[in-house]
Protein backbone atom coordinates (compact mmCIF):
# COMPACT_ATOMS: atom_id res chain seq x y z
CA UNK A 1 0.00 0.00 0.00
CA UNK A 2 3.08 2.71 0.54
CA UNK A 3 4.70 1.22 -1.99
CA UNK A 4 1.47 2.56 -4.28
CA UNK A 5 1.45 5.30 -2.16
CA UNK A 6 4.44 6.66 -3.06
CA UNK A 7 4.23 5.50 -6.97
CA UNK A 8 1.80 7.90 -7.36
CA UNK A 9 2.92 10.84 -5.48
CA UNK A 10 6.27 10.56 -7.80
CA UNK A 11 3.90 10.38 -10.85
CA UNK A 12 2.07 13.80 -9.74
CA UNK A 13 5.14 15.63 -9.25
CA UNK A 14 6.55 14.55 -12.29
CA UNK A 15 3.82 15.41 -14.28
CA UNK A 16 3.41 18.87 -12.31
CA UNK A 17 6.89 19.46 -13.15
CA UNK A 18 6.73 18.58 -16.78
CA UNK A 19 3.57 20.55 -17.02
CA UNK A 20 5.40 23.94 -15.36
CA UNK A 21 8.45 23.60 -17.59
CA UNK A 22 6.32 23.17 -20.87
CA UNK A 23 3.96 26.03 -19.90
CA UNK A 24 6.95 29.00 -18.56
CA UNK A 25 9.83 27.65 -21.08
CA UNK A 26 11.49 29.94 -23.82
CA UNK A 27 11.26 28.30 -26.94
CA UNK A 28 14.51 29.66 -27.69
CA UNK A 29 17.41 28.38 -26.73
CA UNK A 30 18.57 30.84 -24.04
CA UNK A 31 16.18 31.26 -21.31
CA UNK A 32 17.83 34.44 -19.81
CA UNK A 33 16.46 37.13 -22.59
CA UNK A 34 13.34 38.07 -23.79
CA UNK A 35 13.45 41.44 -26.13
CA UNK A 36 9.99 43.59 -27.02
CA UNK A 37 11.53 45.95 -29.18
CA UNK A 38 9.28 49.41 -29.82
CA UNK A 39 10.29 52.18 -32.89
CA UNK A 40 8.55 55.62 -32.19
CA UNK A 41 6.79 56.95 -35.11
CA UNK A 42 7.58 59.90 -36.90
CA UNK A 43 4.59 62.04 -37.80
CA UNK A 44 5.30 64.22 -40.76
CA UNK A 45 1.51 65.87 -40.71
CA UNK A 46 -0.80 64.46 -38.34
CA UNK A 47 -4.52 65.05 -38.39
CA UNK A 48 -5.03 67.49 -35.84
CA UNK A 49 -8.73 66.62 -35.11
CA UNK A 50 -8.06 62.60 -34.84
CA UNK A 51 -4.69 63.24 -32.66
CA UNK A 52 -6.42 65.58 -30.50
CA UNK A 53 -9.62 63.12 -29.75
CA UNK A 54 -7.25 60.24 -29.06
CA UNK A 55 -5.36 62.07 -26.54
CA UNK A 56 -8.88 63.41 -24.62
CA UNK A 57 -10.41 61.83 -22.15
CA UNK A 58 -13.77 62.60 -21.36
CA UNK A 59 -15.83 61.40 -18.21
CA UNK A 60 -18.40 59.33 -19.99
CA UNK A 61 -15.31 57.62 -21.66
CA UNK A 62 -12.32 58.15 -20.06
CA UNK A 63 -10.62 57.53 -16.53
CA UNK A 64 -7.56 59.69 -15.74
CA UNK A 65 -4.66 59.81 -13.51
CA UNK A 66 -2.30 62.45 -12.54
CA UNK A 67 1.25 61.09 -11.65
CA UNK A 68 3.62 63.61 -9.97
CA UNK A 69 6.25 63.42 -6.63
CA UNK A 70 3.24 64.11 -4.39
CA UNK A 71 0.76 60.88 -6.65
CA UNK A 72 3.13 58.40 -6.81
CA UNK A 73 0.72 55.82 -6.13
CA UNK A 74 -0.92 53.87 -9.38
CA UNK A 75 -2.77 50.76 -7.77
CA UNK A 76 -6.24 52.61 -9.47
CA UNK A 77 -4.42 51.88 -13.13
CA UNK A 78 -4.11 48.64 -12.05
CA UNK A 79 -7.78 48.38 -10.70
CA UNK A 80 -9.44 50.02 -13.65
CA UNK A 81 -7.87 47.23 -15.97
CA UNK A 82 -9.87 44.75 -14.18
CA UNK A 83 -12.94 46.59 -14.64
CA UNK A 84 -12.52 46.52 -17.96
CA UNK A 85 -12.14 50.64 -18.67
CA UNK A 86 -12.28 51.58 -22.01
CA UNK A 87 -9.68 54.04 -21.85
CA UNK A 88 -7.34 55.33 -19.60
CA UNK A 89 -5.22 58.20 -19.61
CA UNK A 90 -2.04 58.74 -17.19
CA UNK A 91 -0.61 62.48 -17.25
CA UNK A 92 2.87 62.69 -16.14
CA UNK A 93 2.55 66.33 -14.30
CA UNK A 94 6.54 66.54 -12.41
CA UNK A 95 8.82 65.88 -12.07
CA UNK A 96 10.24 65.74 -15.57
CA UNK A 97 10.60 61.84 -16.24
CA UNK A 98 12.34 59.61 -18.98
CA UNK A 99 10.61 56.75 -19.60
CA UNK A 100 13.52 54.43 -17.55
CA UNK A 101 12.70 56.56 -14.52
CA UNK A 102 11.96 53.88 -11.50
CA UNK A 103 8.84 56.11 -10.93
CA UNK A 104 7.58 54.69 -14.07
CA UNK A 105 8.63 51.24 -13.83
CA UNK A 106 5.11 49.49 -12.90
CA UNK A 107 3.28 51.30 -15.99
CA UNK A 108 6.47 50.21 -18.39
CA UNK A 109 6.05 46.55 -17.14
CA UNK A 110 2.29 46.87 -18.18
CA UNK A 111 3.75 47.56 -21.82
CA UNK A 112 5.35 44.78 -21.79
CA UNK A 113 2.92 42.64 -21.25
CA UNK A 114 0.80 44.27 -23.51
CA UNK A 115 3.14 43.61 -26.29
CA UNK A 116 3.64 40.35 -25.17
CA UNK A 117 0.05 39.06 -25.44
CA UNK A 118 0.40 40.52 -29.21
CA UNK A 119 -1.24 44.02 -28.50
CA UNK A 120 0.09 47.50 -30.10
CA UNK A 121 2.00 49.56 -28.41
CA UNK A 122 3.04 52.99 -30.27
CA UNK A 123 5.42 55.62 -29.11
CA UNK A 124 4.68 59.26 -30.52
CA UNK A 125 6.13 62.88 -30.19
CA UNK A 126 3.56 64.62 -28.94
CA UNK A 127 3.41 67.60 -31.73
CA UNK A 128 0.79 70.31 -30.36
CA UNK A 129 2.57 73.63 -29.22
CA UNK A 130 5.40 72.01 -30.39
CA UNK A 131 7.31 73.85 -33.41
CA UNK A 132 10.20 71.63 -34.69
CA UNK A 133 9.67 68.04 -35.24
CA UNK A 134 12.42 65.98 -37.18
CA UNK A 135 13.74 62.92 -37.53
CA UNK A 136 17.15 63.83 -35.29
CA UNK A 137 14.38 64.47 -32.34
CA UNK A 138 13.02 60.59 -32.38
CA UNK A 139 14.67 59.13 -29.09
CA UNK A 140 14.97 54.92 -29.62
CA UNK A 141 12.83 53.10 -26.99
CA UNK A 142 13.96 49.53 -28.24
CA UNK A 143 16.56 48.36 -25.44
CA UNK A 144 14.41 49.67 -22.60
CA UNK A 145 12.42 46.79 -22.82
CA UNK A 146 14.97 44.13 -22.63
CA UNK A 147 14.40 41.80 -19.73
CA UNK A 148 14.93 38.93 -18.24
CA UNK A 149 12.76 36.24 -17.35
CA UNK A 150 13.31 34.27 -14.37
CA UNK A 151 10.32 31.39 -13.45
CA UNK A 152 9.30 33.61 -10.76
CA UNK A 153 8.15 36.35 -13.65
CA UNK A 154 7.46 34.06 -15.74
CA UNK A 155 4.73 32.85 -13.60
CA UNK A 156 4.03 36.22 -12.40
CA UNK A 157 3.72 37.24 -16.05
CA UNK A 158 1.00 34.24 -16.55
CA UNK A 159 -0.98 34.57 -13.33
CA UNK A 160 -1.19 38.35 -12.59
CA UNK A 161 -1.11 40.22 -16.09
CA UNK A 162 -3.83 37.88 -18.17
CA UNK A 163 -5.83 41.27 -17.45
CA UNK A 164 -3.52 42.96 -20.18
CA UNK A 165 -4.57 40.95 -23.15
CA UNK A 166 -7.80 42.76 -23.57
CA UNK A 167 -5.59 46.10 -24.09
CA UNK A 168 -3.32 48.57 -26.35
CA UNK A 169 -1.55 51.13 -25.48
CA UNK A 170 -0.09 54.86 -26.49
CA UNK A 171 2.97 56.70 -24.92
CA UNK A 172 3.27 60.01 -25.98
CA UNK A 173 7.25 62.48 -25.57
CA UNK A 174 8.18 65.78 -25.73
CA UNK A 175 10.26 65.59 -29.03
CA UNK A 176 12.87 68.13 -28.31
CA UNK A 177 13.45 66.43 -24.40
CA UNK A 178 12.01 63.06 -24.62
CA UNK A 179 10.62 63.49 -21.29
CA UNK A 180 7.20 61.49 -20.95
CA UNK A 181 4.15 63.31 -20.93
CA UNK A 182 1.35 61.12 -21.26
CA UNK A 183 0.69 57.27 -21.55
CA UNK A 184 -2.68 56.06 -22.51
CA UNK A 185 -4.57 52.38 -22.26
CA UNK A 186 -6.85 51.41 -24.69
CA UNK A 187 -9.12 48.48 -24.32
CA UNK A 188 -8.70 46.50 -27.84
CA UNK A 189 -12.71 47.10 -28.14
CA UNK A 190 -12.62 50.64 -27.60
CA UNK A 191 -12.48 51.68 -31.54
CA UNK A 192 -9.75 50.74 -34.18
CA UNK A 193 -5.89 51.25 -34.14
CA UNK A 194 -6.27 54.12 -36.14
CA UNK A 195 -8.75 55.65 -33.90
CA UNK A 196 -7.11 54.99 -30.59
CA UNK A 197 -3.50 53.85 -30.60
CA UNK A 198 -1.52 55.11 -34.31
CA UNK A 199 -2.02 59.01 -35.43
CA UNK A 200 -0.64 58.25 -39.11
CA UNK A 201 -2.54 55.80 -40.99
CA UNK A 202 -2.33 55.93 -44.46
CA UNK A 203 -6.40 55.95 -45.90
CA UNK A 204 -8.02 54.24 -48.93
CA UNK A 205 -11.04 53.21 -49.78
CA UNK A 206 -12.87 49.80 -50.41
CA UNK A 207 -14.00 48.92 -53.85
CA UNK A 208 -14.52 45.82 -55.86
CA UNK A 209 -12.36 46.46 -58.65
CA UNK A 210 -9.39 44.77 -59.95
CA UNK A 211 -7.69 48.09 -59.26
CA UNK A 212 -8.08 47.98 -55.45
CA UNK A 213 -5.81 44.78 -55.23
CA UNK A 214 -3.17 46.55 -57.19
CA UNK A 215 -3.36 49.70 -55.12
CA UNK A 216 -3.78 47.67 -52.19
CA UNK A 217 -0.71 45.44 -52.69
CA UNK A 218 1.70 48.59 -53.78
CA UNK A 219 0.43 50.47 -50.38
CA UNK A 220 1.38 47.68 -47.99
CA UNK A 221 4.81 46.78 -49.74
CA UNK A 222 5.43 50.63 -48.97
CA UNK A 223 4.19 50.48 -45.47
CA UNK A 224 7.01 47.24 -45.00
CA UNK A 225 9.16 49.69 -44.98
CA UNK A 226 7.41 52.77 -43.53
CA UNK A 227 5.72 51.13 -40.19
CA UNK A 228 2.72 53.44 -41.01
CA UNK A 229 -0.37 51.06 -40.76
CA UNK A 230 -2.96 50.87 -43.88
CA UNK A 231 -6.73 51.79 -42.83
CA UNK A 232 -9.51 51.09 -45.15
CA UNK A 233 -12.46 52.55 -44.86
CA UNK A 234 -15.92 51.26 -46.33
CA UNK A 235 -17.75 54.20 -46.88
CA UNK A 236 -18.14 53.64 -50.80
CA UNK A 237 -19.09 49.91 -51.15
CA UNK A 238 -19.76 48.05 -48.45
CA UNK A 239 -18.31 44.35 -47.33
CA UNK A 240 -19.41 41.52 -44.63
CA UNK A 241 -17.67 38.84 -42.70
CA UNK A 242 -18.67 35.21 -44.05
CA UNK A 243 -20.88 33.65 -40.97
CA UNK A 244 -19.00 30.48 -41.51
CA UNK A 245 -15.40 29.46 -42.02
CA UNK A 246 -13.70 30.91 -45.03
CA UNK A 247 -13.14 28.57 -47.93
CA UNK A 248 -12.18 28.41 -51.73
CA UNK A 249 -16.85 29.27 -52.49
CA UNK A 250 -16.42 32.34 -50.54
CA UNK A 251 -13.30 33.25 -52.48
CA UNK A 252 -14.65 32.51 -56.09
CA UNK A 253 -18.27 33.29 -55.79
CA UNK A 254 -18.77 37.10 -57.67
CA UNK A 255 -19.84 39.22 -54.70
CA UNK A 256 -18.60 42.56 -52.55
CA UNK A 257 -16.74 41.04 -50.58
CA UNK A 258 -15.09 38.10 -51.88
CA UNK A 259 -11.90 40.29 -52.98
CA UNK A 260 -11.42 41.51 -49.37
CA UNK A 261 -11.39 37.99 -48.31
CA UNK A 262 -8.43 36.94 -50.15
CA UNK A 263 -6.34 39.79 -47.99
CA UNK A 264 -7.61 38.76 -44.74
CA UNK A 265 -6.58 34.95 -45.42
CA UNK A 266 -2.63 36.30 -46.93
CA UNK A 267 -2.30 38.04 -43.92
CA UNK A 268 0.19 36.27 -40.59
CA UNK A 269 -2.40 37.06 -38.37
CA UNK A 270 -6.28 38.02 -38.41
CA UNK A 271 -7.98 39.27 -35.65
CA UNK A 272 -12.14 40.48 -35.86
CA UNK A 273 -13.87 42.31 -33.34
CA UNK A 274 -16.61 44.98 -32.34
CA UNK A 275 -16.30 48.41 -30.62
CA UNK A 276 -17.73 50.89 -28.33
CA UNK A 277 -16.56 54.22 -26.46
CA UNK A 278 -17.93 53.66 -23.52
CA UNK A 279 -16.04 54.29 -19.83
CA UNK A 280 -16.24 50.38 -19.17
CA UNK A 281 -16.45 47.70 -22.32
CA UNK A 282 -19.19 45.05 -22.21
CA UNK A 283 -17.51 41.30 -21.60
CA UNK A 284 -19.61 40.28 -24.02
CA UNK A 285 -17.57 42.43 -26.66
CA UNK A 286 -15.13 39.98 -27.86
CA UNK A 287 -12.12 39.66 -29.83
CA UNK A 288 -12.23 36.40 -32.14
CA UNK A 289 -9.66 35.11 -35.04
CA UNK A 290 -11.04 34.81 -38.53
CA UNK A 291 -10.68 31.15 -39.47
CA UNK A 292 -10.59 29.74 -42.91
CA UNK A 293 -9.67 26.43 -44.59
CA UNK A 294 -5.95 25.28 -45.96
CA UNK A 295 -7.35 25.24 -49.15
CA UNK A 296 -8.77 28.51 -49.05
CA UNK A 297 -5.36 29.58 -47.95
CA UNK A 298 -3.20 27.88 -50.32
CA UNK A 299 -5.00 29.35 -53.21
CA UNK A 300 -3.97 32.87 -51.68
CA UNK A 301 -0.65 31.85 -51.02
CA UNK A 302 0.13 30.94 -54.57
CA UNK A 303 -0.75 34.69 -55.92
CA UNK A 304 1.93 36.97 -55.78
CA UNK A 305 0.08 40.00 -55.84
CA UNK A 306 -1.20 39.57 -51.82
CA UNK A 307 2.56 38.18 -50.58
CA UNK A 308 2.98 42.10 -49.12
CA UNK A 309 -0.13 41.17 -46.46
CA UNK A 310 2.09 38.08 -45.04
CA UNK A 311 3.80 40.16 -42.44
CA UNK A 312 0.81 41.98 -41.80
CA UNK A 313 -1.34 42.06 -38.70
CA UNK A 314 -4.67 42.69 -39.75
CA UNK A 315 -7.79 44.37 -37.41
CA UNK A 316 -11.14 44.02 -38.99
CA UNK A 317 -14.29 45.98 -37.00
CA UNK A 318 -17.33 44.85 -37.95
CA UNK A 319 -21.51 45.70 -36.89
CA UNK A 320 -24.11 43.29 -36.44
CA UNK A 321 -27.00 44.75 -38.75
CA UNK A 322 -29.82 43.08 -39.75
CA UNK A 323 -28.20 39.40 -38.76
CA UNK A 324 -24.81 40.34 -41.05
CA UNK A 325 -21.42 41.69 -40.06
CA UNK A 326 -21.18 44.62 -41.88
CA UNK A 327 -17.13 45.70 -42.04
CA UNK A 328 -16.32 49.18 -40.72
CA UNK A 329 -12.77 49.09 -41.15
CA UNK A 330 -9.76 47.07 -42.09
CA UNK A 331 -6.38 47.89 -40.56
CA UNK A 332 -2.93 46.47 -41.98
CA UNK A 333 -0.16 47.06 -39.27
CA UNK A 334 3.28 45.48 -39.92
CA UNK A 335 4.77 43.33 -38.06
CA UNK A 336 8.30 44.45 -36.70
CA UNK A 337 10.89 41.61 -36.71
CA UNK A 338 12.81 41.45 -33.14
Same mark, same amino acid.
Not at 143 to 153: E, Q, R, T
Not at 240 to 258: C, F, G, I, M, Y
Not at 304 to 329: F, G, I
Given at each position: ?29 ? !? ?34 ? %??? !? ?32 ? %?? !? ?64 ? *? ?19 ? *? ?18 ? !? ?37 ? %? ?36 ? *? ?7 ? *? ?39
Amino acid at each position: MVTKVRFFLILFLSLSLYITTSVFSDPTPS !DEEDNFKFEPVFIPSPNKQKFEEQISCREDSCIKFN %LNK !DKKDLSGVWDAFGKNSGKIAIEIDEPKIKIDDPL %LE !DLVEYLREIAKREGSVSFEPYYIGIRSLGFTDLPLFKDIFGVSYNIYKRLKSYFVFGRMEHYNAKV *LYHPQTHDILLIYFFHRNYGN *LCDTVYSVCETTQYFDDETF !DLQLSKLLTKAEKSGKPIEIKFQQVGAELPQAKLDVNHL %LTANRSSRLYKWLIASKEINTKKTKKERFISLNLVVTV *LDYTLTAYE *LVEAIQLYWPARSMKTEVVYDDANDKKQVQSVIFTPIKSN
